[in-house]
């Protein structure tokens, strides 16, 4: 896997930026619904730059973000770095990518959903616990549902890029 050399820095804070700018174009809770662009960035990412790739997209991404929305800043950050962090780390198990740049196209779509379910998932049990939104089987659902399509679509995204623009 490549390391953080100054060209990977610069791209992975572009990708950051990105979804920075996102984030404050399209206001809460409407872009949760679109994770799509964050799992496209975070999964380009990781097969551009290696396994720390998603994990600093989302560090920096996360804290201007966190800036931005200073109230929710403790949530903002650790729900980016869960998000990049797993996708990095469930890349790597399924071993999504080789050292010789082959993408094993399912493995990761696979980890790219399952990263995106997990990270909506646990922000919304984390609301709950906090008493700010009551528990809703159906809420609780949807986000599961939204999250597995969001990665799913964020990682074919990511794939097209790789192969049409980056390879």
Known sequence: ?????????????LFGVMIFIFEILIPTPIDKAFTFFQS??????????????????????GSLTA?????????????ALLFGGSIDVLCSVFQASNKEGK?????????????????GYSGYYLTI?????????TMGNLILIAGIISGVVGGYLSLVLWKRVFR
């Open 40 to 61: 496209m960035l975070l999964s380009l990412g990781y097969l551009l730059i290696g396994v720390p790739g998603a994990t600093f997209i989302s560090l920096v991404g």
């Open 1 to 13: 896997m490549p390391s953080l050399s100054t060209r990977n820095l610069a791209l992975g804070t």
């Open 67 to 79: 800036i931005w929305r200073a109230p929710l800043a403790p949530f903002t950050l650790g729900f």
């Open 129 to 137: 616990t906090l008493d700010l939104m009551p528990l809703d089987p």
């Open 103 to 119: 993408v094993k196209q399912l493995r990761l779509i696979l980890a790219v959903a399952l990263s995106t379910m997990i990270t």
